[in-house]
């Protein structure tokens, strides 16, 4: 074939962009190009949700999150409860026990202290009803039109038991994929409050904690080895989550669409927008790789917990194509669940 | 959703794919033109239902892949313009024009806004008096009365602040243009359903019989697609060349009157350079003189730029069904999403994009 | 091109020179532009597409494709072992 020559050049890819932290294979990108190769170290490498930590014959497990949603308060939660359950869940899907939070607060001048104090009160509740307290923080101002109002940073500490190892490499082909419900509530509900994209929704945020949910599964395990790995899809949706353990493990995955659940009222607005319900963020679902032989224990366990009651086993691991997630039509065909460039944009087309 | 789910049901898929394998006697070639069909086929893997004998290839269909690079470079230079505000329909942002893309632009402090409708940005322009709003309004003959709606609001409501960056595409004269090529190997074509929506069938009634080729109007979703198939394959094996509507829920052979009419109130038809394929005569619609108030090309004063795209580009090949994208040197390794080097890549809705996101490694089969 | 999806419209008014409507796809409520579609009143199912309805959805259309449609389903999954038991009248094979 002729060389090829493209009429369009590259695009100079020197800046930054809105895409790099969507939790698509941008951020993949930035992180294996300028983080990786900065902090080499192989408790990092593992790129968990989580890091698990040997500390004088006690595993910890560190973890931190930042939160820029905006708007600040969206049905279902707001920023404040935001950064106590997207912690409590990075530290829940290592199997760890939540000890306690940290809790930093970048301010923009101007935010009417009204507002920070809704937003504390909100996050002070949030970590009550997970059973932890903030034990320290810290507190910037940034000048007028540097931030959304508020950003928030928490950091967490939890408690992992010495023979529990969960992690984004041990899948094994013919391992199960449990979710724990259905998907793409957060990043509608937050969509149907942005500007310009106004419309009436009952679609509330998910967010919520999953530490509960977490401790009902591994009671229920007859093996310590049974949950090879758990991911709370968040940015970048259920897609990304599973590209990612797919990558790290090096495993295939086939999914069923038909078992995957969506609220009528998500697929609706994803219709409306042209959006993709698996790329669609969550905050209060979690998705399991477990061995086949204890999906219907764990799934039953699922279901008992309240956070739970919608969970389904939404299909399976395979050998190959490595690192590639499949997925069965409702038709019977096959297609690629790929991983999201960058944000996913309302179109026309 | 009511009138969706009916149309995603696999036992009436597989109902039509069984009657498209007793129908079938010889191999065909169809096209489908709009890119949001080209989405539903990849999506659903109806390439992989249908019998072998029919093979699909896909259209210029995807607006935002056919824009021409000169209006992606004056958007971009408009939108570097401290006091203008560019809002634009989201498949518009990662589109790479001669040096940057808008998301590159927005990066790099310019107001750049997504919009899901032209009324988004009249709101802003009477929100922000202070700034310019320019929206950019591509398309094909769907999206066409809204933005005509906009421009039109803009005038009555006497807004000083809005104006339009247009380049429409017209869906018939992309099709003769594709018909008289020596090249073509279309026998069938699935027109645009919710192109005709809005214009009707009409248009293509001349061109079905001039070619001699049998055209379907289809909707959007597999059992739509399928059902269009199944009829323009009924038409070849028996020798038949008509237009007939598939999508009859949503289009009349007239189409919709009132935005016919405030189409030809606000545009006109003029040529049009597609990006990829080249200059097609009449295919575009531009502002009419007596809006000019509210064109960005006159208010900016936006000069005419040519560039040269060299022949060796292939999306002009897939462009125009010739080839798949599997076919190009560059699909999946200097060209992917992250990092594209053509407008079929970025589009959602693009060839490219449909068969990377969907298909990758079933290319070893097909 | 043109993703158009189909919509309830529950109800409509004027406003700012324009009749707008809400119209709900699925569970949620968006306001769209009715001005193409002077026809179409609450309880009618509108296309959509970048905020404003193309068309009134032909619900007899609809319902006549839909049933065409699961005819031949029916059609697709009769085999010879699933024939009706009735003899042919007509005595043929």
Same mark, same amino acid.
């Given at each position: ?36 190769? #900065?902090?080499?170290? #192989?408790?990092?490498? %593992? ?13 910890? =497990? ?33 199997? =760890? ?29 949030? =970590? ?104 709370? +899809? ?30 009528? #009222?998500?697929?609706? =607005?994803?219709?409306?927008?042209g959006?993709? +319900? ?6 209060? %679902? ?5 061995? #086949? ?54 179109r026309i087309c | 959703?009511?009138?969706?789910? $009916? ?23 169809l096209m489908e033109i709009c890119g949001g069909q080209t989405h539903t086929l990849m999506r659903?893997?109806i ?9 699909l290839v896909h259209g210029p269909g995807c607006p935002v892949c056919v ?24 498949d ?12 590159? /632009? ?5 107001? /750049?806004? /997504? ?24 398309g094909f003959e769907t999206t ?25 595409v017209l869906v018939p004269?992309a099709i003769?243009?594709l018909? !008289? ?8 074509f699935i027109a645009p359903g919710h192109v005709c929506t809005v214009m009707?069938y009409?248009?293509y009634? !001349? ?8 055209i379907v109007v289809g909707g959007f979703e597999?059992?739509d697609l399928?059902?269009a198939i ?16 598939q999508y009859?829920?949503s289009v ?13 109130? /606000? ?41 040269? $795209? ?9 462009l125009?069904g ?22 079929p890549?970025?589009s959602a809705e693009g060839a490219?994009?449909a ?12 | 091109m043109c993703l158009a ?10 406003? &700012? ?32 597409h ?10 007899? &259309? ?8 699961? &005819?031949? &389903? ?20």
């Open positions: 074939m002729a060389q090829f020559v493209c009429p369009v050049p590259l695009p100079a890819k020197d800046k930054i962009l809105l895409g790099h932290g969507s939790g698509g294979s941008l951020g993949a990108e930035l992180l294996r190009r300028v983080f990786l190769p #900065a902090f080499d170290n #192989a408790i990092l490498a %593992k790129l968990n949700d989580q890091a698990i930590l040997d500390v004088q014959g006690v595993r910890l =497990a560190f973890t931190t999150d930042s939160f820029v949603v905006k708007p600040l308060f969206f049905p279902g939660g707001d920023i404040g409860s935001l950064a106590v359950h997207g912690t409590v869940n990075d530290l829940a899907v290592g199997g =760890a026990t939540p000890l306690c939070l940290s809790a930093a607060f970048i301010i923009e001048e101007g935010l009417p202290i009204e507002t920070l104090e809704k937003v504390v009160a909100s996050l002070h509740r949030a =970590a009550a009803d997970a059973g932890i307290e903030v034990v320290t923080g810290d507190t910037k101002v940034v000048e007028k039109g540097s931030g959304d109002g508020l950003f928030i940073n928490t950091s967490g500490i939890g408690l992992v038991p010495a023979d529990l190892n969960l992690s984004a490499d041990r899948a094994q082909p013919g391992d199960r994929l449990l979710l724990s419900g259905s998907i793409g509530e957060h990043g509608i509900a937050i969509i149907a409050q942005r500007e310009g994209l106004e419309f009436e929704s009952q679609v509330r945020s998910d967010s919520a904690p999953l530490h509960g949910l977490v401790a009902a599964m591994l009671a229920a395990t007859p093996g310590r080895d049974s949950i090879r790995c758990m991911r709370d +899809p968040t940015r970048g949706g259920l897609s990304s989550a599973l590209n990612e353990i797919a990558a790290q493990s090096q495993v295939g995955m086939l999914l069923e669409e038909e078992k995957v659940p969506v609220r009528e #009222a998500v697929k609706g =607005a994803c219709e409306l927008l959006f993709d +319900p698996f790329y669609v963020a969550n905050e209060g %679902k979690l998705v399991a790789i477990v061995e #086949a032989r204890a999906a219907e224990q764990i799934l039953a366990a699922m279901r008992a917990h309240p956070l739970g009651r919608q969970a389904q086993v939404i299909g399976t691991v395979t050998a190959a194509p490595a690192g590639m997630v499949s997925l069965r039509t409702a038709l019977g065909t096959m297609r690629i669940v790929d991983m999201l460039s960058g944000d996913q944009l309302p | 959703m009511k009138y969706v789910d $009916e149309y995603r049901d696999a036992r009436l898929a597989r109902g039509l794919v069984a009657e498209l394998a007793r129908k079938v006697t010889r191999p065909w070639v659903y893997g390439d992989e239902l249908i019998p072998s004998q029919i093979e824009t021409p690079l000169e209006i992606i470079d004056k958007a971009i230079y408009l939108a570097e313009q401290p006091n203008v505000t560019l809002v634009s329909y989201g518009m942002l990662r589109v790479p024009g001669s040096h940057t893309d808008l998301l590159h /632009v927005k990066a790099g402090g310019g107001d /750049v806004r /997504v919009a899901y409708s032209p009324m988004e940005a009249l709101k802003a322009a009477r929100a922000l008096p202070e700034r310019q709003i320019v929206f950019l309004g591509i066409a009365p809204a933005n005509a709606t906009a421009v039109w609001q803009a005038r009555r409501q006497g807004l000083k602040n809005f104006s339009m960056l247009v380049s429409h004269p003769r243009m018909l !008289s090529s020596g090249r073509n190997r279309v026998q069938g009707g009409r248009e009634e !001349s061109l079905s019989q001039h070619f001699r080729v049998p597999p059992v399928l059902e199944s009829m323009l394959v009924a038409q070849l094996e028996q020798g038949r060349a008509e237009v007939e509507n009859t829920r009349t052979r007239g189409g919709n009157l009132p935005a016919q009419k405030l189409m030809e109130e /606000v545009f006109e038809v003029c040529d049009r350079k597609w990006r990829g394929i080249g200059l097609i005569p009449q295919s575009g619609l531009r502002l009419r003189a007596e809006y000019a108030a509210y064109d960005a090309e006159k208010v900016f004063e936006l000069q005419d730029t040519t560039v040269q $795209e060299p022949p060796e580009c292939i999306s002009a090949q897939v125009q010739l080839k798949k994208p599997m076919e190009c040197a560059a699909f999946g390794k200097a060209c992917t999403p992250e990092r594209p080097l053509g407008a890549m970025v490219c994009a068969y990377y996101r969907y298909r990758r490694h079933a290319g070893a089969g097909n | 999806v189909p919509g309830k419209l529950l109800a409509a008014e004027e406003r &700012e020179g324009s009749r707008l409507g809400r119209v709900e796809f699925g569970g949620i409520v968006c306001e769209v532009c009715l001005d193409l579609v002077p026809e179409a009143v609450p309880g009618d199912y509108v296309i959509v970048a905020g404003f309805a193309l068309s009134r959805l032909d619900a007899e &259309e609809a319902e006549r494709t839909y049933q065409l449609l699961a &005819e031949l &389903e029916q059609a697709a999954n009769q085999t010879p072992a699933a024939a009706p038991a009735a003899p042919d009248p007509s005595g043929g094979m």
